[in-house]
Protein backbone atom coordinates (compact mmCIF):
# COMPACT_ATOMS: atom_id res chain seq x y z
CA UNK A 1 0.00 0.00 0.00
CA UNK A 2 1.73 3.37 -1.02
CA UNK A 3 2.30 6.29 1.55
CA UNK A 4 -1.00 8.67 1.59
CA UNK A 5 -0.60 12.01 0.49
CA UNK A 6 -1.74 14.24 2.81
CA UNK A 7 -2.16 18.30 1.74
CA UNK A 8 -4.16 21.74 1.92
CA UNK A 9 -3.78 24.57 -0.13
CA UNK A 10 -5.74 27.72 1.20
CA UNK A 11 -5.71 26.79 4.63
CA UNK A 12 -3.78 29.90 5.81
CA UNK A 13 -4.20 32.74 3.20
CA UNK A 14 -7.13 35.36 4.35
CA UNK A 15 -10.65 35.69 2.37
CA UNK A 16 -10.22 37.36 -0.91
CA UNK A 17 -12.86 40.45 -0.86
CA UNK A 18 -15.25 41.59 -3.96
CA UNK A 19 -16.78 44.85 -4.20
CA UNK A 20 -20.23 44.51 -3.05
CA UNK A 21 -23.22 46.80 -2.18
CA UNK A 22 -23.91 47.91 0.99
CA UNK A 23 -26.08 46.41 3.42
CA UNK A 24 -26.22 43.18 1.98
CA UNK A 25 -24.32 41.83 4.27
CA UNK A 26 -22.86 42.54 7.92
CA UNK A 27 -18.83 42.94 6.81
CA UNK A 28 -16.02 42.30 9.38
CA UNK A 29 -14.23 45.58 10.79
CA UNK A 30 -11.66 45.00 7.89
CA UNK A 31 -13.89 44.46 4.90
CA UNK A 32 -16.19 47.28 6.33
CA UNK A 33 -13.57 50.05 6.33
CA UNK A 34 -12.69 49.05 3.17
CA UNK A 35 -15.94 49.45 2.09
CA UNK A 36 -15.77 45.83 0.41
CA UNK A 37 -17.65 42.36 1.59
CA UNK A 38 -16.53 38.51 0.95
CA UNK A 39 -18.36 36.78 -2.00
CA UNK A 40 -21.07 34.93 -0.80
CA UNK A 41 -20.79 31.65 -0.72
CA UNK A 42 -23.09 28.89 -1.61
CA UNK A 43 -22.67 25.06 0.00
CA UNK A 44 -24.31 22.98 -2.42
CA UNK A 45 -25.47 19.19 -0.72
CA UNK A 46 -26.88 16.02 -2.17
CA UNK A 47 -30.40 16.26 -0.30
CA UNK A 48 -32.04 13.10 1.34
CA UNK A 49 -35.54 12.57 2.53
CA UNK A 50 -34.23 12.09 6.31
CA UNK A 51 -35.10 15.34 7.94
CA UNK A 52 -31.86 15.32 9.84
CA UNK A 53 -29.50 15.53 7.06
CA UNK A 54 -30.90 19.03 6.14
CA UNK A 55 -30.95 19.80 10.09
CA UNK A 56 -26.86 18.80 9.91
CA UNK A 57 -26.15 20.77 6.45
CA UNK A 58 -28.04 24.03 8.25
CA UNK A 59 -25.94 23.40 11.38
CA UNK A 60 -22.65 23.14 8.97
CA UNK A 61 -23.63 26.10 7.20
CA UNK A 62 -23.86 28.71 10.39
CA UNK A 63 -20.48 27.23 11.65
CA UNK A 64 -18.70 27.95 8.19
CA UNK A 65 -20.12 31.62 8.82
CA UNK A 66 -19.36 31.64 12.55
CA UNK A 67 -15.70 30.76 11.42
CA UNK A 68 -15.43 34.02 9.31
CA UNK A 69 -17.37 36.59 10.53
CA UNK A 70 -18.58 39.19 7.33
CA UNK A 71 -19.15 36.45 5.06
CA UNK A 72 -22.63 35.76 3.89
CA UNK A 73 -22.93 31.70 3.86
CA UNK A 74 -26.25 29.57 1.56
CA UNK A 75 -27.41 26.39 1.98
CA UNK A 76 -28.74 24.55 -0.79
CA UNK A 77 -29.72 20.99 -2.08
CA UNK A 78 -29.67 19.45 -5.38
CA UNK A 79 -32.62 16.57 -4.61
CA UNK A 80 -35.32 16.37 -1.90
CA UNK A 81 -36.18 19.98 -0.89
CA UNK A 82 -35.50 23.52 -1.29
CA UNK A 83 -33.80 25.40 -1.86
CA UNK A 84 -32.06 24.86 -5.04
CA UNK A 85 -28.89 26.30 -5.96
CA UNK A 86 -30.22 28.15 -8.77
CA UNK A 87 -32.39 29.80 -6.43
CA UNK A 88 -30.12 30.94 -4.14
CA UNK A 89 -27.79 32.29 -6.89
CA UNK A 90 -30.40 34.28 -8.43
CA UNK A 91 -31.48 35.63 -5.30
CA UNK A 92 -27.89 36.62 -4.39
CA UNK A 93 -27.51 38.28 -7.83
CA UNK A 94 -30.54 40.18 -7.38
CA UNK A 95 -29.32 41.56 -4.33
CA UNK A 96 -26.50 43.06 -6.03
CA UNK A 97 -23.62 40.69 -5.37
CA UNK A 98 -20.91 40.56 -8.24
CA UNK A 99 -19.95 36.88 -8.01
CA UNK A 100 -20.78 33.74 -5.94
CA UNK A 101 -18.12 31.12 -4.63
CA UNK A 102 -20.04 27.61 -4.41
CA UNK A 103 -18.65 24.77 -2.49
CA UNK A 104 -20.02 21.27 -3.04
CA UNK A 105 -20.78 19.67 0.25
CA UNK A 106 -19.40 16.46 -1.43
CA UNK A 107 -16.68 13.76 -0.19
CA UNK A 108 -16.35 12.46 -4.39
CA UNK A 109 -15.96 14.01 -7.21
CA UNK A 110 -18.69 11.43 -8.82
CA UNK A 111 -21.95 11.81 -10.91
CA UNK A 112 -23.00 14.57 -8.42
CA UNK A 113 -19.77 16.85 -8.75
CA UNK A 114 -18.92 16.22 -12.09
CA UNK A 115 -22.47 16.27 -13.38
CA UNK A 116 -25.78 17.66 -11.46
CA UNK A 117 -23.20 20.68 -10.04
CA UNK A 118 -22.24 22.01 -13.06
CA UNK A 119 -25.70 21.44 -14.49
CA UNK A 120 -27.20 23.22 -12.18
CA UNK A 121 -25.16 26.90 -12.53
CA UNK A 122 -25.69 25.83 -16.27
CA UNK A 123 -29.24 26.14 -15.84
CA UNK A 124 -29.34 29.00 -13.85
CA UNK A 125 -27.03 30.68 -16.48
CA UNK A 126 -29.93 29.73 -18.81
CA UNK A 127 -32.66 31.10 -16.57
CA UNK A 128 -30.71 34.97 -16.81
CA UNK A 129 -27.94 34.58 -14.14
CA UNK A 130 -25.28 36.89 -15.17
CA UNK A 131 -22.91 37.16 -12.18
CA UNK A 132 -19.69 35.12 -12.39
CA UNK A 133 -19.89 31.67 -10.43
CA UNK A 134 -16.88 30.13 -8.92
CA UNK A 135 -16.56 26.19 -8.32
CA UNK A 136 -14.46 25.18 -5.72
CA UNK A 137 -13.33 21.47 -5.09
CA UNK A 138 -14.63 18.49 -3.47
CA UNK A 139 -14.23 18.18 0.45
CA UNK A 140 -12.95 14.98 -0.11
CA UNK A 141 -9.34 14.39 -1.55
CA UNK A 142 -8.02 16.16 -4.68
CA UNK A 143 -4.89 15.99 -6.85
CA UNK A 144 -3.32 17.45 -4.15
CA UNK A 145 -4.14 15.08 -1.53
CA UNK A 146 -6.02 14.13 1.44
CA UNK A 147 -6.47 17.32 3.03
CA UNK A 148 -5.31 17.36 6.90
CA UNK A 149 -8.55 19.26 8.22
CA UNK A 150 -10.60 16.14 6.43
CA UNK A 151 -8.66 13.82 8.34
CA UNK A 152 -8.91 15.74 11.54
CA UNK A 153 -12.67 15.63 11.20
CA UNK A 154 -12.84 12.06 10.79
CA UNK A 155 -10.24 11.40 13.52
CA UNK A 156 -12.48 14.08 16.00
CA UNK A 157 -15.68 11.65 15.18
CA UNK A 158 -13.76 8.42 15.82
CA UNK A 159 -12.49 9.41 19.01
CA UNK A 160 -15.73 11.00 19.98
CA UNK A 161 -17.43 7.31 19.08
CA UNK A 162 -14.55 5.61 21.01
CA UNK A 163 -14.93 7.06 23.81
CA UNK A 164 -18.83 6.82 24.37
CA UNK A 165 -18.12 3.08 23.54
CA UNK A 166 -16.00 2.94 26.63
CA UNK A 167 -18.31 4.65 28.71
CA UNK A 168 -21.14 2.53 27.46
CA UNK A 169 -19.48 -0.39 28.79
CA UNK A 170 -18.05 -1.32 25.33
CA UNK A 171 -21.63 -1.56 23.81
CA UNK A 172 -22.17 0.37 20.32
CA UNK A 173 -24.42 3.22 21.06
CA UNK A 174 -25.96 5.08 18.16
CA UNK A 175 -23.86 7.73 17.08
CA UNK A 176 -24.96 11.55 17.48
CA UNK A 177 -26.22 13.12 14.47
CA UNK A 178 -28.65 16.13 13.84
CA UNK A 179 -26.13 18.65 14.25
CA UNK A 180 -24.21 20.15 16.82
CA UNK A 181 -20.51 18.96 17.43
CA UNK A 182 -20.34 17.31 20.63
CA UNK A 183 -16.53 17.89 22.13
CA UNK A 184 -14.24 14.62 21.66
CA UNK A 185 -11.03 13.72 22.77
CA UNK A 186 -8.08 15.92 21.39
CA UNK A 187 -5.92 14.70 18.43
CA UNK A 188 -1.88 14.41 19.48
CA UNK A 189 0.59 16.49 18.27
CA UNK A 190 1.29 13.30 16.25
CA UNK A 191 -1.46 13.26 14.38
CA UNK A 192 -2.99 10.24 16.19
CA UNK A 193 -6.03 9.64 18.30
CA UNK A 194 -5.67 9.30 21.99
CA UNK A 195 -6.77 6.35 23.03
CA UNK A 196 -7.75 4.24 20.14
CA UNK A 197 -4.53 2.15 19.87
CA UNK A 198 -4.92 1.28 23.38
CA UNK A 199 -8.76 -0.87 23.02
CA UNK A 200 -9.39 -0.07 18.90
CA UNK A 201 -7.18 -2.31 16.78
CA UNK A 202 -8.70 -2.01 13.23
CA UNK A 203 -10.66 1.20 11.53
CA UNK A 204 -13.60 0.56 8.72
CA UNK A 205 -13.97 3.94 6.57
CA UNK A 206 -18.09 3.69 5.67
CA UNK A 207 -18.32 5.71 2.84
CA UNK A 208 -21.48 5.74 0.49
CA UNK A 209 -20.48 3.96 -2.09
CA UNK A 210 -20.32 4.77 -6.73
CA UNK A 211 -19.62 2.63 -9.22
CA UNK A 212 -17.28 5.44 -10.51
CA UNK A 213 -13.75 3.58 -9.85
CA UNK A 214 -11.80 6.89 -9.96
CA UNK A 215 -14.31 8.68 -7.21
CA UNK A 216 -13.60 5.21 -5.54
CA UNK A 217 -10.05 5.08 -5.86
CA UNK A 218 -10.49 8.37 -3.51
CA UNK A 219 -12.45 6.83 -0.68
CA UNK A 220 -9.22 4.90 -0.57
CA UNK A 221 -6.93 7.12 -0.82
CA UNK A 222 -8.69 8.50 2.07
CA UNK A 223 -8.44 5.52 4.55
CA UNK A 224 -4.91 4.90 3.96
CA UNK A 225 -4.27 8.47 5.06
CA UNK A 226 -6.46 7.69 8.13
CA UNK A 227 -4.90 4.44 9.10
CA UNK A 228 -1.46 6.49 8.19
CA UNK A 229 -2.75 9.02 11.13
CA UNK A 230 -4.41 6.12 13.77
CA UNK A 231 -1.27 3.76 12.93
CA UNK A 232 -4.30 1.00 12.66
CA UNK A 233 -4.91 -1.42 9.71
CA UNK A 234 -7.82 0.45 7.57
CA UNK A 235 -10.12 -1.01 5.35
CA UNK A 236 -12.87 0.72 3.06
CA UNK A 237 -16.63 -0.86 3.12
CA UNK A 238 -19.37 0.57 1.46
CA UNK A 239 -23.30 1.42 1.57
CA UNK A 240 -24.07 0.49 -1.97
CA UNK A 241 -22.74 0.55 -5.68
CA UNK A 242 -19.52 -1.04 -4.92
CA UNK A 243 -17.86 -3.72 -2.39
CA UNK A 244 -17.02 -4.36 0.11
CA UNK A 245 -19.96 -3.70 2.30
CA UNK A 246 -19.03 -1.78 5.58
CA UNK A 247 -19.75 -5.23 7.28
CA UNK A 248 -17.54 -7.24 4.92
CA UNK A 249 -14.81 -4.91 5.69
CA UNK A 250 -15.25 -5.17 10.07
CA UNK A 251 -15.37 -8.97 9.09
CA UNK A 252 -11.80 -8.87 7.30
CA UNK A 253 -10.56 -7.08 10.10
CA UNK A 254 -11.36 -9.31 12.34
CA UNK A 255 -10.45 -12.48 10.21
CA UNK A 256 -7.25 -11.22 10.17
CA UNK A 257 -7.14 -10.54 13.99
CA UNK A 258 -8.13 -7.33 15.32
CA UNK A 259 -10.73 -8.08 18.21
CA UNK A 260 -12.47 -4.33 18.64
CA UNK A 261 -13.04 -2.27 15.24
CA UNK A 262 -14.21 1.25 14.95
CA UNK A 263 -16.45 2.54 12.18
CA UNK A 264 -15.37 6.23 10.94
CA UNK A 265 -18.10 7.21 9.10
CA UNK A 266 -17.50 8.77 5.65
CA UNK A 267 -20.61 10.78 5.40
CA UNK A 268 -21.37 14.45 5.88
CA UNK A 269 -25.32 13.83 6.72
CA UNK A 270 -26.99 10.91 8.58
CA UNK A 271 -29.66 9.28 5.69
CA UNK A 272 -30.36 5.79 4.65
CA UNK A 273 -27.08 5.03 2.96
CA UNK A 274 -25.18 6.04 6.34
CA UNK A 275 -27.86 4.18 8.54
CA UNK A 276 -27.31 1.11 6.15
CA UNK A 277 -23.56 1.32 6.19
CA UNK A 278 -23.79 1.53 9.88
CA UNK A 279 -26.26 -1.11 10.69
CA UNK A 280 -24.13 -3.64 8.26
CA UNK A 281 -20.89 -2.56 10.31
CA UNK A 282 -23.06 -3.19 13.84
CA UNK A 283 -24.01 -6.40 12.77
CA UNK A 284 -20.20 -8.00 11.61
CA UNK A 285 -19.15 -7.16 15.29
CA UNK A 286 -18.00 -3.43 15.14
CA UNK A 287 -17.89 -2.08 18.85
CA UNK A 288 -17.83 2.05 17.97
CA UNK A 289 -20.25 3.93 15.33
CA UNK A 290 -18.65 7.65 14.52
CA UNK A 291 -21.43 9.80 13.61
CA UNK A 292 -21.43 11.88 10.39
CA UNK A 293 -18.57 14.33 9.65
CA UNK A 294 -21.77 17.06 10.32
CA UNK A 295 -20.62 20.62 11.63
CA UNK A 296 -17.11 19.40 12.86
CA UNK A 297 -14.92 22.75 13.35
CA UNK A 298 -12.82 21.27 10.81
CA UNK A 299 -15.13 20.64 8.15
CA UNK A 300 -16.16 24.08 8.50
CA UNK A 301 -12.15 25.71 8.46
CA UNK A 302 -12.26 23.00 4.93
CA UNK A 303 -15.13 24.88 3.44
CA UNK A 304 -13.47 27.65 4.00
CA UNK A 305 -9.97 26.74 2.58
CA UNK A 306 -11.91 25.27 -0.99
CA UNK A 307 -13.16 28.94 -0.74
CA UNK A 308 -10.07 30.33 -0.37
CA UNK A 309 -8.16 28.40 -2.74
CA UNK A 310 -10.77 29.04 -5.73
CA UNK A 311 -10.77 32.76 -5.34
CA UNK A 312 -6.88 32.56 -5.12
CA UNK A 313 -7.08 30.79 -8.48
CA UNK A 314 -5.24 27.38 -7.05
CA UNK A 315 -8.56 25.15 -8.05
CA UNK A 316 -8.32 23.52 -11.86
Do not use: W
Not at 33 to 45: C, D, H, N, Q, R
Not at 57 to 63: F, P, V
Not at 265 to 275: S, V
Amino acid sequence: MRPARVTGKGAGRQPLLVAGPTGNVEPGAAASAAGLVPAPVVLVAHGSGDPRAARTTEALTRAVAAARPGLLVRASYLDHGPPRPGAVLAELAAAGHRQVVLVPLLLTAAYHGRVDIPGAVEAARAAGLRIPVRTAEVLGPTAGGVDPLLLAGLRRRLAEAVGAAALDGGSVPAPAVGGGSVPGPAVDGGGRVPGLAGGIDGVVLAAAGTRDAAARETVVRAAEALGAATGLPTRVGYASAAPPTAGTAVRALREAGARRVAVATYFLAPGRLCESALASAREAGAVALAAPLGDAPELARLVLARVDAVLAGDTP
